[in-house]
């Protein structure tokens, strides 16, 4: 059985940072790429970041870019978010997620999430 | 950015056919593939994989839901609708970087 299970998660002030992280069990994690999306509280759903199954490559929206760093560890089957200089926009439930082979970009299957609260 | 139109919401009958439609301001289709993908989200829940490119059943989904569209028009269909259909739909394509999401079509039962 897929599992995906994100921790990390809290509360923090404007500008300072946040480590998630995944913990991904139930299939072979270093042969697919993986992401990271956020969902704003009664929003809808919105892409942070993605990672190729080796770690070479990484994908940004606007939003995030230069903010956030995805990365990943395929010895521990885990994936990270980084997140530097958080911004109120930036409070959501972030949902790691596994991604479809073949560069196709859809998510398969998605953690339970864990929520990030940008505030003072 | 590709942007995904969805009605906000959608009234059914139980046992009744829900038709759930998405529509984008770019195609989508790229090399015989529509790469366009429906999920389902219950309250206080992740988003679940239904259907992919346009018209793949997801793993462990059940031959109820079906999802059909080329180019810039899609739809998923629920036929019939159960109880346990309430949620949010959303469509989302990944024909172009970033992927993106429509703003989800909640069905209620009437």
């Known amino acids: 059985e897929v599992q995906l299970v994100e921790s990390g998660g809290g509360l923090v002030q404007p500008g300072r940072s946040l480590k998630l992280s995944c913990a991904a069990s139930?299939?072979?994690?270093?042969?697919?790429?993986m992401a990271w999306v956020r969902q704003a509280p009664k929003k809808g759903l919105e892409w942070v970041a993605s990672?190729?199954?080796?770690?070479?490559?990484?994908y940004y929206p606007d939003s995030v870019k230069g903010r956030f760093t995805i990365s990943r560890d395929n010895a521990k089957s885990t994936l990270y978010l980084q997140m530097d200089s958080l911004r109120s926009e930036d409070t959501a439930s972030y949902y790691c997620?596994?991604?479809?082979?073949?560069?196709?970009?859809?998510?398969?299957?998605w953690g339970q999430g864990v929520m990030v609260t940008v505030s003072s | 950015d590709i942007v995904l139109t969805q009605s906000p919401a959608l009234a059914v009958s139980l046992g009744q056919r829900a038709t759930i439609s998405c529509k984008t301001n770019?195609?989508?289709?790229?090399?015989?593939?529509?790469?366009m993908h429906w999920y389902q989200q219950k309250p206080g829940q992740q988003p679940k994989l239904l259907i992919y490119?346009?018209?793949n059943l997801a793993s462990g989904i059940p031959a109820r839901f079906s999802g059909r569209g080329s180019g810039t028009d899609f739809t998923l269909t629920i036929d019939p609708v159960e109880a346990d259909d309430t949620a949010t739909y959303y469509c989302?394509?990944?024909?172009?970087?970033?992927?993106?999401f429509g703003g989800g079509t909640k069905l209620e039962l009437k």
């Open positions: 997620a596994r991604q479809g082979t073949g560069g196709k970009y859809y998510f398969d299957y």
């Open positions: 139930g299939f072979t994690f270093s042969s697919f790429p």
């Open positions: 990672i190729s199954s080796g770690g070479g490559g990484t």
């Open positions: 770019q195609n989508v289709d790229y090399y015989g593939n529509s790469y």
């Open positions: 490119l346009a018209s």
């Open positions: 989302q394509q990944s024909r172009n970087l970033p992927p993106t």
